[in-house]
């Protein structure tokens, strides 16, 4: 099996980018008072700091300054119509970004705030169309990581912030993702190191007569449910897109990486016998830690077989890890999309371009 990046290397290649590739030099900030307080003289001058949250890196911009959210959408190559989430550290910040807040999210914020839940609401008129991609709808989350938390407190303004890394590429978990990504063409980064959930939060609309889930995330279906009593799940998160996106995230390709992935859905047996059939130069496994013996290729882990939290704080380390080492194409084992296994499956079936074999 080709060796994959060391620790070492990875930090090698921090302490490379971070001095500086392009004409803009990413400063890389300590997540302390000191850090928290430079990345927050960033933010109030217009720039874009990437910051830590428990989900996955974000890349925060002043939410009610215009030029700087376009920053944003330029250093991630991001499509000017996909809307960013807005961060907020208090719950009286909505009042700057909605004219109404319905009951269920009230209820909802009480339950599942601070943490890795965001809803959709109606955008007040005040608030810069350029955030919500010109929707009359803004996403707002509350984030759970103090350092996140502490940077939008101090920068004394909620922050929009995406995903910090290139657009359609893995979510960032690691500092070195995020500047793998954007060294040099963002002001900084504050390393939090790994963040703990992995994927992306819950994205929940509000806006229509019966909740709908539109992104599964670290809050699952189950919880709402329970606490909403009603849930639609809207048939994008497990499906390929047709028709109108009741989110514009959803008809881009997310979170891929360079080699071509498909899932493989079957049993483990089946599955190791697909790939004895398959096995070729460039061929490459992505499998539970109890299949990862039997593989006839090189392999990387998804951790614990039934511990979606593992593998979700793994997948996108995992892809990464795949690009590096010269993967051509991936065969991954499917991920069962129940509980919190659902983010992971929808994560790893958008990544695979929704391409399966059901064997
Ligand atoms: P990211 O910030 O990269 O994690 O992506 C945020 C996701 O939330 C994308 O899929 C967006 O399309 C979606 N999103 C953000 N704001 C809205 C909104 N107002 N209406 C619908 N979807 C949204
Ligand atoms: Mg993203």
Same mark, same amino acid.
């Given at each position: 099996?080709?060796?994959?990046?060391?620790?070492?290397?990875?930090?090698?290649?921090?302490?490379?980018?971070?001095?500086?590739?392009?004409?803009?030099?990413?400063?890389?900030?300590?997540?302390?008072?000191?850090?928290?307080?430079?990345?927050?003289?960033?933010? @109030?001058?217009?720039?874009?700091?990437?910051?830590?949250?428990?989900?996955?890196?974000?890349?925060?911009?002043?939410?009610?300054?215009?030029?700087?959210?376009?920053?944003? #959408?330029?250093?991630?190559?991001?499509?000017?119509?996909?809307?960013?989430?807005?961060?907020?550290?208090?719950?009286?910040?909505?009042?700057?970004?909605?004219?109404?807040?319905?009951?269920?999210?009230?209820?909802?914020? @009480?339950?599942?705030?601070?943490?890795?839940?965001?809803?959709?609401?109606?955008?007040?008129?005040?608030?810069?169309?350029?955030?919500?991609?010109?929707?009359?709808?803004?996403?707002?989350?509350?984030?759970?990581?103090?350092?996140?938390?502490?940077?939008?407190?101090?920068?004394?303004?909620?922050?929009?912030?995406?995903?910090?890394?290139?657009?359609?590429?893995?979510?960032?978990? @690691?500092?070195?993702?995020?500047?793998?990504?954007?060294?040099?063409?963002?002001?900084?980064?504050?390393?939090?190191?790994?963040?703990?959930?992995?994927?992306?939060?819950?994205?929940?609309?509000?806006?229509?007569?019966?909740?709908?889930?539109?992104?599964?995330?670290?809050?699952?279906?189950?919880?709402?449910?329970?606490?909403?009593?009603?849930?639609?799940?809207?048939?994008?998160?497990?499906?390929? #897109?047709?028709?109108?996106?009741?989110?514009?995230?959803?008809?881009?390709?997310?979170?891929?990486?360079?080699?071509?992935?498909?899932?493989?859905?079957?049993?483990?047996?089946?599955?190791?016998? #697909?790939?004895?059939?398959?096995?070729?130069?460039?061929?490459?496994?992505?499998?539970?830690?109890?299949?990862?013996?039997?593989?006839?290729?090189?392999?990387?882990?998804?951790?614990?077989?039934?511990?979606?939290?593992?593998?979700?704080?793994?997948?996108?380390?995992?892809?990464?890890?795949?690009?590096?080492?010269?993967?051509?194409?991936?065969?991954?084992?499917?991920?069962?999309?129940?509980?919190?296994?659902?983010?992971?499956?929808?994560?790893?079936?958008?990544?695979?371009?929704?391409?399966?074999?059901?064997?």
């Amino acid at each position: 099996m080709p060796a994959l990046p060391s620790p070492k290397t990875i930090e090698a290649d921090l302490r490379v980018c971070a001095k500086g590739d392009s004409s803009l030099q990413t400063e890389l900030l300590t997540a302390d008072s000191a850090g928290i307080s430079r990345a927050a003289e960033i933010i @109030k001058a217009g720039g874009l700091v990437a910051m830590p949250t428990e989900t996955v890196y974000g890349l925060a911009a002043d939410a009610l300054n215009p030029a700087a959210v376009a920053k944003i #959408f330029k250093a991630k190559g991001r499509p000017q119509d996909n809307p960013l989430i807005v961060h907020i550290s208090e719950f009286a910040e909505w009042e700057s970004l909605t004219d109404s807040l319905p009951q269920n999210a009230l209820l909802l914020a @009480k339950c599942f705030w601070p943490g890795s839940l965001t809803v959709i609401l109606k955008k007040s008129p005040r608030g810069p169309g350029i955030v919500s991609a010109g929707l009359d709808t803004v996403a707002v989350r509350l984030p759970a990581h103090p350092v996140a938390r502490r940077l939008i407190a101090a920068a004394k303004t909620p922050l929009a912030a995406p995903s910090a890394n290139l657009s359609g590429s893995p979510s960032p978990t @690691k500092p070195e993702h995020v500047i793998n990504d954007l060294s040099g063409s963002i002001e900084a980064l504050i390393d939090g190191g790994d963040c703990a959930v992995g994927v992306e939060s819950t994205v929940l609309d509000l806006t229509g007569e019966v909740p709908t889930l539109l992104r599964p995330g670290g809050v699952t279906a189950e919880e709402l449910r329970e606490t909403l009593g009603r849930l639609e799940i809207s048939p994008a998160v497990l499906d390929r #897109f047709s028709g109108f996106p009741p989110s514009p995230g959803m008809k881009y390709r997310h979170y891929a990486p360079k080699a071509a992935l498909t899932v493989i859905h079957g049993s483990r047996e089946q599955y190791i016998s #697909f790939l004895c059939q398959n096995a070729a130069p460039g061929i490459f496994a992505l499998c539970y830690s109890d299949t990862l013996p039997f593989t006839p290729c090189p392999a990387v882990s998804l951790g614990d077989r039934g511990d979606p939290r593992q593998t979700a704080s793994r997948l996108f380390t995992a892809l990464r890890e795949l690009d590096r080492a010269g993967a051509q194409t991936i065969y991954s084992e499917a991920v069962e999309p129940i509980g919190f296994g659902l983010a992971v499956a929808n994560r790893l079936l958008r990544a695979a371009g929704f391409r399966r074999i059901i064997l």
